[in-house]
């Protein structure tokens, strides 16, 4: 039950509590156990389930921060509702998210749950206190920075910054745009060790296995030199096991400590800068790969056209980025752990893909999602 700047890998859901429940007929629980929440970016997140078992009404959730009452929205669960094996269509989960400027400094915050039939669960009040900090510094974006279209329709706020989809292209994007150089201090040393590299760690078996198989759709397009750009490396495990493939890699990334990581560790060719100034127009990569790193950048329609122009003929353009279209968004809204509007600065869908790689001049080879469509890959070739 906390939210910051960067909090999309705290909030994931945490199944303990499914199997700590017993069958009673009413329950009301939040995704993070009752204690005292801090929060350090502009959002108090409270999510969690509440269900009536003799009562098919999905009842109201509000959630009360010092007498003041905020609706919860109702979201589909169907963790939730496969393990109390409920219909999966019923919305047993709830959300509401709380612009920290309305709150006080410190207070109390509950949950309270009321059903048809009269039944009324609360949890106790749990503290919470917001840290002082400097507000986001923003620039408002007036059009859309993947096709260019000005009408779009707000999705709504996270940490005080809104996000709209594009009308034209689908592209959710963050509209209060934190500042290039609020964004660029972000990815800090700090951010590297804290934050980015205990979450890899977290999910290494996993990335090894997704790698592969990114590597396996290059494998046919790998020309004789099989020299492959990565922009956004990280610590450079993805470009670590391209070469172990035989690719012989490079890439950038903005993050100097996860440059400095990624030449120390793996003694790779990496270079710290922004991206889109640091592919060689010129190159003649076999591949230009971003690998979950162009939601994170500020105009991925230049960084897509300079990728695009260092490819060679037949040369293949391979992006991986997060989905506004699968499970996680389109069940929880700006609730949603893929939501950090100072981070994320976009959710994609096929057809903003899909308008980005052909204004390139790139032809589209392949789209694909993951099992949950949270994530979504394009493959594209220059002619
Ligand atoms: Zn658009």
Redesign the pocket.
């Known amino acids: 039950m906390t939210s910051t700047v960067g909090s999309v890998s705290r909030l994931s859901e945490s199944a303990g509590f499914l199997r700590r429940r017993t069958r009673t007929p009413a329950i009301l629980t939040l995704d993070e156990p009752p204690g005292p929440v801090t929060i350090d970016g502009g959002t108090l997140l409270v999510r969690g389930w509440a269900v009536h078992r003799a009562s098919r009404d999905p009842g109201e959730v509000q959630v009360v921060i010092d007498g003041e009452r905020f609706s919860a929205r109702r979201t589909v669960r169907p963790d939730v509702a496969q393990h109390l094996e409920l219909d999966p269509a019923l919305a047993v989960g709830f959300t509401a998210a709380i612009d920290r400027r309305r709150l006080a400094h410190r207070g109390h915050v509950r949950v309270e749950a009321t059903f048809e039939r009269a039944a009324s669960l609360k949890t106790p009040d749990i503290n919470f206190e917001h840290l002082a900090g400097d507000p986001v510094p923003v620039e408002e974006v007036g059009t ?1 920075p ?4 000005a009408e779009r329709q707000i999705e709504g706020s996270s940490d005080g910054l809104r996000m709209a989809r ?1 009308a ?4 959710v994007y963050t509209v209060d745009r934190p500042t290039p150089g609020f964004l660029a201090a972000r990815y800090s040393a700090a951010y590297f060790a804290d934050e980015y590299l205990p979450a890899l760690e977290a999910e290494a078996d996993a990335m090894a296995t997704h790698w592969s198989m990114l590597l396996d759709l290059l494998e046919p397009h790998r020309g004789a030199a099989s020299r492959l750009f990565e922009i956004g490396t990280g610590a450079g495990r993805f470009l670590r096991a391209a070469r172990q493939r035989g690719w012989d890699g490079r890439g950038v990334d903005i993050n100097a400590a996860a440059v400095e990581y990624g030449r120390r560790e793996y003694e790779l060719d990496l270079v710290a800068a922004p991206a889109d100034t640091e592919i060689n127009p010129t190159a003649g990569y076999d591949a230009v790969v971003s690998e979950m790193s162009l939601e994170h950048l500020p105009d991925p329609h230049a960084v897509v056209a300079r990728a695009a122009a260092a490819l060679r003929p037949g040369g293949v353009l391979m992006i991986f980025t997060v989905c506004a279209d699968g499970d996680s968004f389109t069940s929880l809204g700006m609730a949603s752990p893929l939501v950090g509007p100072a981070e994320h600065l976009f959710l994609f869908s096929q057809s ?1 893909l899909e ?1 980005l790689v052909t204004d390139a001049g790139l032809e589209p080879l392949l789209f694909w999602t993951d099992e949950a469509g949270d994530s979504i890959g394009v493959l594209a070739r220059h002619p």
């Open positions: 859309c993947v096709c260019g279209d594009c034209t292209c689908a592209v903003s308008r």
